[in-house]
């Protein structure tokens, strides 16, 4: 039967609300739960990209730097001041090391529970057991590294890898491995290949080489002197091996691998030459320590005739081998005195410590101005004579001060050098006669040709550190109310700063034809086949005054060296010394720089020095001498000093000696053998060799003389001849001559039987003895000869005057 009841039909706009309220809550759940999901990708992608993307790298491949070596560092002659050598350093594994004491206990407790004692001993490790103990003192004593510092770094657990020394020999290296190897610690202990910089001279030229910095335990960059400056030449290009790893981290080396070459660097040749670089050294220490000088000094030697830098030595100094360790006993004791101070707080303590390292490679000669004094008046006198307003025959008269502007300027010579002749004045360094010249000249040319000198400029030499003290000069110094008395200073040398190096340059173009040229220090740069990729050629910055002019002023500075001129210290026979000395004051109370510019040969000029030593200690406030009795000038301390170093230059060299007649006569002369010769034929013998003679006995021939064959003695000396009679075998007590003059020491000697030998100043009235060679009171042979050092004895004035 038909059912025609209708069926229920379905609500169509409620199942469509419902879809869509089904669909909607779909993307909305879809969209918050993939927001989440796209803020990640996001940062993924692209906020940690570079990040991840270098992790990826990491985890994929090993990328290991390829160490260039870096250039050699040469003097003039080819020998090595800074070299790269072979190093190590040595790292410990603290996570390594643990795994390895673990494996340790466990070879042990496997061992022990072997009840067969044969192989019970074969299982046993066959070392002691790694402690961190045992490890830090077998490293301690290798390496010379505290134990609580290699203990500290092994309990950094959590730490990969630890640097524990740097910089480590090959031998101790060795030691290192052997100690890994033998304790079960080759993976624990690890000794890593790196570069050292290695300075075989230590403190040798240190302001000028500098040193290098290091970085991830190898050489990085230069830090100071040339190092700095050239250190892309010398540093070359780092290389690089990239090889495959796989999900261990092991290297996959075929699988992928690129290299690319290191390039090692170039190499620098300076115009140093060690040896005169030594010589400039050992002058500058010796005269630190013998007129107990407080702030150390500078000395600078250079070729006049192309700019060339021969040597350059600063005090305080350092060992460019460990350039953060103070070495200077004046900066030691301050160091001391900083650590030593309760009162200060360990921010100012480091503070303090750090200065003192910066005070120690600064570069004295370069970057600190100081006034000239007298060394100045070179430059003074080439402009006079240069621009004619003085003449070798023009005459001054010094009263022993001369008053300028209502000032009364003093002479070094209080009493007054009376009327004197240009080159009287100069030797004399005579300050009225250089104020009446710089009159003569007038402010503006002086000022002309302070800039024609270079003093307004740097000398652009290729050191660290050239400031521009053109500041110091200004031609309103001249202009302005007080510029006739400032005009009348700076003619002496006083009242304002300039460095050595700028007045070195300038001092040389006086006596090298009036050529200003600029200094330098690199000479060339050459690959490793040495082939040259840079040369410096020298560079005249401009003429200043004509040949003519330099030639005149190379004659009466020669005369400042000959006695009675002020430089008469630096005289040395047979050789034509010219130069200026200086005695600059300066702002602070009994504190005096002296000084000694000078040249050789003077007819044809080779080699030009600067030698000052800062701040010599009076013996007692407001004295003009030191405890050691020195007179505080540079004509007494710096004079006789490089007079040294310019022998010492000289005969480096080969300069040859051209002695005078009377340097002739007072030369050594080796005494011949003259026995079994009769008195006649004795006699004429010893003349020829410029000896006296005198007799003892009335024999036919000479059966003894004193002193014997070979012995060297002065020219002139008795040579005692005795004729058939006993020659004396007492011995005689040496005098002491100590303070005397020359022919007082003489006559001391020869009524001891002994003979005189001079050294130091050697010609000139006003000598006295300083030391001599045999202490006073010791018993010698007849006939000994002692050699006697002669000074300057006296000094007019006092410090600061400029002599």
Not at 143 to 166: D, H, M, P
Not at 178 to 206: F, H, M
Not at 248 to 257: A, D
């Amino acid at each position: 039967m038909r059912n025609d009841k209708k069926r229920p039909q379905p609500d169509r706009k409620a199942n469509r609300t419902i879809l869509m309220r089904t669909l909607f809550l779909m993307v909305v759940c879809g969209v918050v739960a993939f927001i989440p999901l796209f803020i990640r990708l996001y940062s993924l992608q692209i906020v940690q990209h570079d990040e991840l993307e270098a992790k990826a790298l990491d985890q994929q491949t090993w990328d290991q730097a390829v160490t260039a070596n870096r250039g050699t560092i040469y003097d003039s002659k080819g020998s090595p001041l800074a070299m790269s050598a072979e190093a190590y350093y040595i790292q410990l594994a603290p996570r390594e090391i643990i795994e390895r004491q673990q494996e340790y206990r466990e070879k042990v407790e496997k061992a022990q529970a072997e009840s067969d004692p044969e192989k019970r001993e074969k299982l046993m490790p066959d070392y002691p057991e790694p402690t961190n103990e045992s490890i830090a003192e077998n490293l301690s004593a290798i390496l010379g590294v505290e134990q609580e510092e290699i203990l500290k770094r092994l309990a950094k657990t959590n730490s990969a890898y630890e640097v524990i020394k740097s910089q480590v020999e090959r031998d101790v290296a060795d030691q290192v491995r052997s100690y890994a190897s033998e304790n079960g610690l080759s993976e624990g202990i690890y000794v890593q290949p790196s570069s050292k910089r290695y300075y075989p001279n230590n403190s040798l030229a240190a302001q000028v080489i500098g040193w290098v910095n290091y970085e991830n335990n190898t050489v990085s960059h230069g830090a100071y002197g040339m190092e700095a400056i050239y250190d892309e030449e010398l540093g070359g290009k780092v290389g690089r091996v990239v090889t495959a790893k796989n999900g261990r981290g092991t290297q996959m080396l075929y699988r992928y691998e690129d290299y690319e070459d290191a390039i090692d660097g170039n190499d620098l040749h300076l115009t140093i030459d060690a040896t005169i670089q030594y010589y400039c050294e050992r002058v500058l220490a010796e005269g630190i320590e013998k007129f107990e000088v407080q702030d150390g000094g500078f000395a600078i030697a250079m070729d006049p005739k192309t700019g060339a830098i021969l040597a350059w030595a600063n005090s305080p100094t350092y060992d460019l081998n460990n350039p953060r360790t103070i070495s200077d006993p004046v900066l030691s004791a301050k160091l001391d005195a900083i650590k030593n101070d309760s009162s200060l707080s360990d921010e100012e303590r480091s503070k303090q410590s750090t200065e003192l390292l910066y005070e120690q490679w600064s570069n004295k000669a370069i970057n600190e101005p100081y006034e000239p004094g007298s060394t100045f008046k070179s430059m003074v006198l080439a402009a006079a004579l240069e621009e004619g307003v003085v003449s070798e025959s023009d005459t001054f008269v010094c009263t022993g001060s001369a008053t300028v502007a209502d000032r009364t300027i003093k002479c070094s010579k209080r009493t007054g050098h009376g009327t004197q002749t240009l080159a009287q004045a100069v030797a004399n360094s005579c300050n009225p006669a250089f104020i009446a010249i710089g009159q003569r000249l007038g402010a503006e040319k002086f000022y002309e040709y302070v800039e024609d000198f270079g003093f307004l400029s740097q000398t652009g030499i290729d050191m660290m550190g050239e400031p521009n003290y053109s500041v110091f000069w200004s031609e309103d110094l001249f202009t302005s109310a007080n510029g006739i008395t400032n005009l009348a200073t700076a003619s002496f040398g006083q009242r304002f700063k300039v460095t050595p190096i700028q007045l070195l340059t300038a001092a040389a173009s006086v006596v090298n034809g009036g050529h200003l040229m600029k200094p330098y220090v690199m000479e060339s740069i050459t690959d490793a086949n040495g082939n040259i990729l840079q040369h410096t050629e020298p560079t005249e910055v401009r003429q200043v005054i004509s040949e003519q002019t330099s030639e005149r002023c190379r004659s009466i500075l020669e005369g400042v060296v000959k006695p009675p001129g002020t430089g008469k210290g630096a005289y040395v026979a047979g050789y034509r010394i010219g130069g200026k000395t200086g005695s600059s004051e300066t702002e602070e109370k009994d504190h005096t720089i002296v000084s000694f510019l000078g040249f050789a040969p003077a007819d044809d000029p080779q080699v030009i020095v600067l030698l000052a030593y800062d701040n010599p200690k009076p013996v007692a406030p407001g004295a003009n001498t030191t405890a050691g009795g020195w007179y505080i000038s540079g004509g007494s301390m710096a004079a006789p000093q490089a007079g040294k170093l310019l022998t010492d230059i000289l005969d480096y060299m080969g300069v040859a000696k051209q002695y005078t007649e009377e340097e002739k006569a007072a030369m050594d002369m080796v005494v011949p053998s003259v026995l079994g010769m009769t008195q006649a034929d004795a006699t004429a013998r010893l003349k020829e060799s410029g000896l006296d003679v005198r007799v003892e006995g009335e024999g036919d021939t000479v059966t003894a003389q004193i002193p014997a064959q070979g012995v060297a003695i002065p020219g002139g000396s008795q040579v005692i001849l005795y004729m058939g009679v006993e020659k004396p075998t007492d011995k005689v007590t040496v005098p002491n001559v100590v303070g005397m003059n020359r022919e007082q020491a003489q006559t001391a000697m020869t009524n001891a039987g002994l003979y005189l030998k001079s050294t130091g100043l050697t010609v000139g009235s006003d000598v006295k003895a300083e030391s001599q060679t045999i202490t006073a009171g010791t018993q010698v042979e007849r006939g000994t000869v002692v050699e006697v050092h002669f000074i300057q004895s006296t000094a007019s004035g006092g410090a600061g005057t400029g002599i």
